[in-house]
């Protein structure tokens, strides 16, 4: 054979492969190629289930209020809790309920660190923590979370500072509120001149956290 027909010959061996033979070719499968590259779990953006905090911290859709600015207060007491303080601003300051949305307890009366959701924040009602007057903007407009405590004398516990930065964070996110929008009492624009929440309330480390 010359050289061009050798070649010719040995490529029909090479093309016809295994079909030389009887046996059907095999198919050899790759489990890597045939199985789909599936996408990662797509997260499903649920702004209601967004926050790992209890579900008592969200309110009532339907009654659900824009809130624009958080008020933190302290007690100006070293104990108490939100049923006391209910007690104590309907029969002292004949308010339908206490003033607040949130207390954070500090373990005198409730578990420190303990939030109390009260039936102002269940119900999406007005505040009355801030000058406790009808009509004003920090009310309207303002979630109230006091602390436990007299912060004139004593400091927040750290379990108390840990609560109020996940439920000030919660707060801040669902609604975003901006850093420039989260007030103590006495700082707050339009509230009537007070220290609450107190000369030992950390509030620029407290900030710095959120
Ligand atoms: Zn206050």
Not at 142 to 168: A, E, H, W, Y
């Amino acid at each position: 054979m010359t050289n061009k027909i050798c070649f010719l010959f040995f490529s029909l061996i090479l093309l016809s492969g295994c079909a030389m033979n009887d046996e059907p070719m095999p198919v050899i499968v790759s489990h890597q190629s045939v199985q789909p590259v599936l996408p990662k779990s797509p997260v499903v953006k649920q702004p209601s289930l967004s926050f790992n905090v209890p579900s008592s911290w969200y309110p009532p859709r339907s009654l659900e209020h824009g809130w624009t600015a958080i008020v933190i207060h302290h007690s100006a007491t070293a104990s108490g809790n939100a049923t006391m303080f209910d007690k104590w601003h309907r029969e002292n300051n004949h308010w339908d309920g206490v003033g607040y949305d949130f207390v954070v307890a500090n373990g005198s009366d409730s578990g420190d660190g303990e939030v109390e959701v009260t039936f102002r924040w269940k119900q999406q009602r007005v505040g009355a923590h801030c000058g406790g007057t009808p009509g004003n903007w920090a009310n309207e407009k303002g979630i109230g979370i006091c602390l436990v405590g007299d912060f004139n004398k004593t400091q927040p516990s750290q379990r108390q500072m840990q609560s109020l930065l996940r439920l000030v964070r919660f707060l801040k996110g669902r609604y975003h509120i901006g850093l420039d929008r989260i007030y103590g009492h006495g700082t707050t624009p339009g509230a009537r001149v007070t220290d609450c929440p107190g000369k030992n309330f950390p509030m620029s480390s407290f900030k710095s956290k959120l």
